[in-house]
């Protein structure tokens, strides 16, 4: 499908089956034709595809369609464009022909992690990392990042979707153009390119990679975008896209895009060629029912595999999806996963769907959606109530008793079938919800009881069972809720790590129990006994192990405000067991008063709380502590 390049010229492929008349226009091989010229009319088929070559057609030449229909006669991006042209500017952007072959990988190596062992990190490209004043931040500038994030020990990035959309900015959910980058994300200006050509090729250098022979690699939007993919699995991080199949975004008013690309009368919703009349956040839903629609969006997730080496997906709204197509929704799951799991049988496939349902994980064998993993709110919902009740004093009542019964997604074969987290682009996005900061303490983010809680709750999520994901600015206690207008000061402000002490000492936390969850594998292990709630202390207590070997772990949790001394504990057996994390230690890091166990504890006391034995510790304040019969790798 779309333009394709080959030897000597080009193929061009669009599909129109009520179109009378499809013409391929542009500037190709010195020839500048935007005229209805026969030598340029495609043939048809009988499946409504039409077909043409074109001789002397190379890489980075102009080409739209101009489709004669029955509602209206007009030009028409290629659905399948590679690229758009940034003049004329979207939606009347022209397409470019590009070759996929264009960029030189270096990730032959690079393989996804196992599913239980992942840390999934979330961004938004166009503010993570803003370097220029009211412009959003490119896919180039996320590499500039790569360093913080390898340190930070994450190994999954999702961004937030990065296809052309209808509007700018965005959030990333109104996608327009399902094969090409979205043109702000694209470095334009040759100076600043410059830049980054160097800064990509001593990256490639400190890995001991051919350097990218000159800036002309990087110079369109999608090697830019696959330099971003590249770089990362060179530095051992996957990249799985945020991709948008429950409905397409706005085009009312973009005469050149998919929803009439047939030109059919525009009178009836219905008659879309790709939609149906059935709505969903300002879009229109697939018509699914459509096989060639079907393998359209299919087609989508294959080409991201192929031409992007991404590592997995992150599908919207599947509840959606499947809503909005009551017939049909469920068996294009089954399609679109098993195609992906055929073509990459090690890519993640992780499906929000509201309420969470443990069928979507199931195999399409079983009658399952055939999805890997689901996203899951409980552990998240009762984890910000706890914070939230916390932030109102110590007569404040807190359910842990909640958190207790969310540790563990029940009905899920595996812990690692969920996907847990905090905060996310949803919940804390202006006008939202409040990040963990400011939901610890409404009316002062920078005070101990923000920090420390902050630190409790992401503990909590960094040791209990599940992928866990961080939301960007999570890892430096970032309060401020985010937009997606980079003009807008709700962005993250990096400088502040040189600037304020609280903001390093989390990043250094966050790290530290990032990087422990990959040195005990129990806490990536299948088995969690909460073992201890306490509403009144506000104190939890689990143990992690892995079955057959044991590498058992315990996990202290508390929302109290003050430090508990001689806190009785029962412990899975009569050991020495070695505090190997506390964030205490991290308040004012190193922390010259901190409160803990002076490394260790022995568990010699009597039975309690289901073990044999017990131990009589000291329990910081609003704090994490991990236990472990061993010191970690």
């Given at each position: 499908m779309g333009a394709n390049l080959i030897a000597d010229g080009a193929t061009f492929r669009a599909w129109a089956p009520r179109a009378t008349a499809v013409y391929l226009n542009g500037r190709f091989g010195g020839r500048d034709a935007w005229t209805k010229d026969p030598d340029l009319l495609l043939l048809k088929d009988s499946g409504g595809y039409w077909t043409g070559f074109l001789e002397a057609v190379s890489d980075g030449d102009i080409y739209s369609f101009y489709v004669e229909g029955v509602g209206s006669s007009g030009y028409k991006r290629d659905p399948y464009a590679r690229e758009l042209t940034a003049n004329?500017?979207?939606?009347?952007?022209n397409c470019i022909v590009r070759s996929p072959a264009s960029y030189p990988w270096h990730d032959g190596d690079f393989h996804m992690p196992a599913f239980a062992d992942l840390v999934i990190y979330q961004l938004h490209i166009g503010t993570y990392a803003l370097s220029t004043a009211n412009a959003p931040s490119t896919f180039l500038d996320v590499i500039d990042k790569l360093e913080h994030l390898t340190s930070l020990g994450v190994n999954v990035l999702q961004p937030l979707?990065?296809?052309?959309?209808?509007?700018?900015?965005s959030l990333g959910y109104n996608g327009g153009d399902y094969f090409s980058p979205d043109l702000p994300y694209v470095v334009v200006d040759p100076n600043v390119l410059e830049s980054h050509f160097e800064r990509i090729n001593g990256l490639l250098a400190a890995k001991a990679r051919t350097p990218l022979a000159n800036i002309d690699t990087i110079r369109s939007g999608p090697n830019q975008l696959k330099a971003l993919v590249d770089c990362c699995h060179l530095c051992g991080i996957a990249v799985t896209f945020d991709v948008v199949y429950n409905h397409a975004g706005g085009f009312f008013g973009d005469d050149h895009a998919l929803y009439f690309w047939d030109r059919f009368s525009n009178g009836n919703l219905n008659n879309s060629l790709y939609f149906t009349d059935q709505g969903w956040a300002g879009g229109l839903s697939f018509a699914l029912w459509n096989r060639d629609v079907r393998q359209f969006v299919i087609n989508s997730?294959?080409?991201?595999?192929?031409?992007?080496?991404?590592?997995?997906?992150?599908?919207?709204?599947?509840s959606v999806l499947n809503r909005l197509n009551v017939n049909t929704g469920w068996s294009f799951c089954q399609d679109l996963t098993n195609t992906v799991r055929f073509l990459n049988p090690r890519a993640l496939q992780n499906a929000e769907y509201w309420p969470v349902n443990p069928a979507i994980v199931a195999s399409s064998e079983d009658g399952g959606a055939g999805f890997d993993v689901t996203q899951h709110d409980g552990l998240r919902d009762s984890v910000r109530a706890a914070i939230d009740a916390a932030s109102f004093g110590e007569q404040a009542t807190l359910d842990i008793d909640a958190i207790a019964a969310h540790m563990y997604p029940v009905g899920f074969a595996s812990q690692w079938k969920a996907v847990t987290c905090i905060e996310n682009h949803d919940i804390v996005k202006e006008g939202t919800g409040l990040r963990i900061p400011t939901l610890a303490d409404k009316s002062?983010?920078?005070?101990?009881?923000?920090?420390?809680?902050?630190?409790?709750?992401?503990?909590?999520?960094?040791?209990?069972?599940?992928?866990?994901?961080?939301?960007m600015g999570q890892e430096i206690l970032e309060s401020k809720q985010w937009s997606d207008d980079p003009k807008s000061p709700l962005h993250i402000d990096w400088s502040t790590l040189d600037k304020e002490a609280s903001k390093t000492d989390f990043l250094h936390f966050?790290?530290?129990?990032?990087?422990?969850?990959?040195?005990?594998?129990?806490?990536?292990?299948?088995?969690?006994?909460?073992?201890?709630?306490?509403?009144?202390?506000?104190?939890?207590?689990?143990?992690?192990?892995?079955?057959?070997?044991?590498a058992d772990v315990v996990v202290v949790w508390s929302l109290c405000d003050t430090t508990y001394h001689e806190y009785d504990l029962g412990f899975p057996q009569p050991d020495h067991w070695?505090?190997?994390?506390?964030?205490?230690?991290?308040?004012?890091?190193?922390n010259p008063v901190v409160a803990g166990n002076g490394g260790s504890t022995n568990a010699s006391g009597p039975p309690l709380h289901g073990f044999s034995q017990s131990s009589s510790i000291t329990i910081p304040a609003n704090a994490i502590l991990v236990f472990a019969t061993h010191r970690g790798d």
């Open positions: 004329p500017p979207f939606p009347n952007s979707p990065i296809d052309e959309m209808e509007t700018n900015p997730a294959k080409f991201y595999l192929a031409e992007f080496h991404v590592d997995g997906f992150r599908y919207d709204e599947i002062d983010q920078e005070s101990w009881y923000a920090r420390s809680r902050a630190r409790a709750a992401t503990g909590l999520l960094l040791t209990a069972p599940g992928i866990p994901m961080l939301f966050a790290s530290d129990i990032v990087h422990l969850r990959s040195e005990y594998p129990a806490l990536r292990a299948q088995n969690v006994n909460v073992f201890h709630v306490h509403n009144e202390n506000r104190v939890m207590a689990f143990h992690r192990w892995i079955s057959g070997i044991g070695f505090e190997v994390f506390n964030s205490d230690a991290y308040d004012h890091c190193p």
